[in-house]
């Protein structure tokens, strides 16, 4: 009962512009033929004012309307009863008005959704985008907290330094100092605490360049020692940079001069 009801309403609503052009047609009066014919004369000269018009709400709103509505008033031009001509063009151009104000409503819901998926996808982008910096610094600070992942390359530099021939110990005395590694006499460091756990992760050469790898086709130079025990940071002498050194008692400093260095291992037996 609910659904016909629904379509007599429908019905009735879309029957009212027949009925509005009926009653113009059938009363014929002369008052309401005027005004009707006015407004028609007034759209057919905004015609030409609006296609001359550049901006897009002329272009693709305005003029469309205002030229069909011309065309209904161009094609009933040859009705020579005046209340049929101007019933039919009210009931013609209420009808046209609702379509075009059909295509207007589905067009902004259109552009809503578009908007709407538009910014919904942006929101994801962005997200994924933070989530995937939240992950790559949870690597970094995972790495930081494991120094053996990714081959050493978070070690400092002063972690794993020392003389040639002796262990390497971290620690800053004798009672909370921990054997680390060692450098054996041809340079090569060791990581490890005996023959049995440790591995060879760098090695100082003839030139004092400290390289980090485990063989001559992996290894590259992170950094050097020169003859007066000072450890350098970087690849080359233009990039290298001053981070501790070893005294010549073998304790290792961390620093750039003796206001920042503290001691944070030694080299020695």
Same mark, same amino acid.
């Given at each position: 009962?609910?659904?016909?009801?629904?379509?007599?309403?429908?019905?009735?609503?879309?029957?009212?512009?027949?009925?509005?052009?009926?009653?113009?047609?059938?009363?014929?009066?002369?008052?309401?033929?005027?005004?009707?014919?006015?407004?028609?004369?007034?759209?057919?000269?905004?015609?030409?004012?609006?296609?001359?018009?550049?901006?897009?709400?002329?272009?693709?709103?305005?003029?469309?309307?205002?030229?069909?509505?011309?065309?209904?008033?161009?094609?009933?031009?040859?009705?020579?009863?005046?209340?049929?001509?101007?019933?039919?063009?009210?009931?013609?151009?209420?009808?046209?008005?609702?379509?075009?104000?059909?295509?207007?409503?589905?067009?902004?819901?259109?552009?809503?959704?578009?908007?709407?998926?538009?910014?919904?996808?942006?929101?994801?982008?962005?997200?994924s985008i933070t989530l995937f910096?939240?992950?790559?610094?949870?690597?970094?600070?995972?790495?930081?907290?494991?120094?053996?992942?990714?081959?050493?390359?978070?070690?400092?530099?002063?972690?794993?330094?020392?003389?040639?021939?002796?262990?390497?110990?971290?620690?800053?005395?004798?009672?909370?100092?921990e054997l680390k590694g060692r450098?054996?006499?041809? &340079? /090569?460091?060791?990581?490890? $605490? =005996?023959? +049995?756990? #440790?591995?060879? %992760?760098? *090695?100082?050469? !003839? @030139? &004092? /360049?400290?390289?980090?790898? $485990? =063989?001559? +086709?992996? #290894?590259?130079? %992170?950094? *050097?020692?020169? !003859? @007066? &025990?000072?450890?350098?940071?970087? $690849? =080359?002498? +233009?990039?290298?940079?001053? %981070?501790? *050194?070893?005294? !010549?008692? &073998?304790?290792?400093?961390?620093? $750039? =001069?003796? +206001?920042?260095?503290?001691?944070?291992? *030694?080299?020695?037996?």
């Open positions: 009962m609910f659904v016909i009801e629904n379509e007599v309403t429908v019905i009735e609503v879309l029957s009212l512009p027949i009925l509005f052009g009926s009653i113009i047609a059938i009363i014929n009066s002369n008052k309401v033929n005027d005004k009707i014919e006015n407004i028609g004369n007034w759209i057919k000269r905004k015609q030409s004012g609006t296609s001359q018009k550049t901006n897009w709400i002329s272009q693709y709103l305005f003029t469309p309307i205002i030229w069909s509505v011309a065309m209904i008033l161009d094609w009933t031009n040859h009705f020579t009863h005046h209340g049929v001509r101007n019933g039919v063009r009210v009931a013609s151009t209420i009808y046209l008005l609702a379509i075009w104000g059909f295509i207007i409503y589905l067009a902004f819901i259109a552009i809503t959704i578009l908007i709407i998926v538009s910014v919904v996808f942006y929101v994801v982008f962005k997200v910096d939240d992950t790559g610094q949870g690597i970094d600070k995972r790495r930081t907290a494991f120094p053996h992942i990714n081959r050493f390359r978070q070690d400092d530099i002063t972690k794993y330094a020392g003389v040639e021939g002796k262990k390497i110990f971290s620690g800053n005395n004798w009672y909370n100092e450098v054996d006499d041809n &340079g /090569n460091i060791y990581k490890g $605490t =005996n023959w +049995f756990n #440790e591995e060879k %992760i760098r *090695r100082i050469d !003839k @030139d &004092g /360049n400290i390289l980090e790898g $485990t =063989n001559y +086709f992996n #290894e590259h130079i %992170i950094g *050097r020692i020169d !003859k @007066d &025990g000072i450890l350098y940071k970087g $690849t =080359n002498w +233009f990039n290298q940079k001053k %981070i501790g *050194r070893i005294d !010549k008692e &073998g304790d290792i400093h961390r620093g $750039t =001069n003796w +206001f920042n260095e503290k001691k944070t291992g *030694r080299s020695g037996d």
